[in-house]
C-alpha cells in the first residue's frame, strides 16, 4: 500500500484571508516503509511574510523570491501524491491551504476523506495527553534536535516516524515476521519425507558382523 506524509509550511493561519502555502514536503511509504522517494518544493507565495509566520519556519520574502510560483509545481505535487492516503498532523489545516491553492488555479479540491489525520489518532490514543509533533516525539524516543524552525520536509520526515508509532508499526513487523517463520515451518512439514526405518535388514547386519572381525584387538574388549 502506497501512502504519503505531508507538511506544509504557510504565510500564516487564515487561507482565506490571503496566507499562502510556501512549502511543500512528502514522504513516500510503501507497505508503512519510507522508501526514499521525497517531494520537497519551495513556493514564491507572491506577497509578503509576515513576522509571526517568519518566526516559524525562518523563510523569508527575500528567500522565496527566486522560487516558483504555485501554478508552475501544482502539476509535479498532484502527479507525487497520485491517488494515495495522505499521512498529515491536523489535517484540517494543510487540506485547507492545499485545496485553497487548488481553487485559486481552477482544479478541484482534495476530497478530506484522503486524508489520514495523525493528530486525531494521537489524541484518540493518547486522551488528554500533548498531541503536537514535538511532544509525541518525545513520547516515542524520536530524535527531533535537529527541529529547531519548522521545515516541511523535515517535519514529514518525523511524522513518518511517528505515524509508525501510532500505528504500532513495529508490532506489526513482528507478526509479520512470526507469520512468514510460521509460513516456512508449514512448508517444512509438508515437504518432510517419511521417516526411515531404523531396524537394520539382515543383509546390513552380516556386513555388519564381517567388518568387525577384520578389526584387530577392538578397544570395545580390553
Not at 511574510?49 to 501544482?74: Q, W
Not at 478530506?112 to 524516543?141: H, I, N, Q, W, Y
Not at 511517528?162 to 515451518?185: F, H, S, T
Request: with cysteine; glycine share 6%; aromatic share 6%.
Amino acid at each position: 500500500m502506497r501512502e504519503i506524509v505531508l507538511d506544509t509550511e504557510t504565510t500564516g493561519f487564515r487561507q482565506n484571508d490571503g496566507d499562502r502555502v510556501v512549502e511543500i514536503g512528502c514522504i513516500e511509504l510503501v507497505n508503512h516503509v519510507a522508501t526514499g522517494n521525497t517531494y520537497h518544493q519551495y513556493i514564491n507565495p507572491e506577497r509578503d511574510m509576515p513576522d509571526e509566520a517568519f518566526g516559524v519556519h525562518g523563510l523569508s520574502e527575500e528567500f522565496l523570491t527566486d522560487f516558483p510560483v504555485m501554478a508552475d509545481v501544482i502539476d509535479a505535487f498532484i502527479e507525487f501524491i497520485g491517488d494515495a492516503p495522505l499521512v498529515i498532523h491536523n489535517a484540517e489545516f494543510d487540506m485547507g491551504f492545499i485545496n485553497a491553492e487548488l481553487g485559486l488555479l481552477g482544479q478541484k479540491p482534495l476530497p478530506m476523506s484522503r486524508s489520514v489525520d495523525t493528530m486525531r489518532m494521537a489524541r484518540e490514543k493518547f486522551p488528554g495527553a500533548p498531541a503536537s509533533l514535538d511532544a509525541l516525539c518525545r513520547r516515542f524516543s524520536i530524535d527531533n534536535s535537529n527541529r529547531t524552525l519548522h521545515g516541511a520536509l523535515l517535519d514529514a520526515e518525523l511524522l513518518a516516524e511517528v505515524y509508525l508509532e501510532l500505528i504500532g508499526g513495529r508490532q506489526v513487523d513482528l507478526e509479520l515476521a512470526r507469520d512468514k517463520v510460521g509460513d516456512a515451518l508449514a512448508v517444512e512439514e509438508t515437504q518432510r519425507r517419511d521417516p526411515r526405518p531404523h531396524a537394520a535388514s539382515a543383509v546390513e547386519k552380516s556386513a555388519h558382523a564381517a567388518f568387525l572381525e577384520k578389526i584387530k584387538d577392538p578397544l570395545w574388549t580390553n
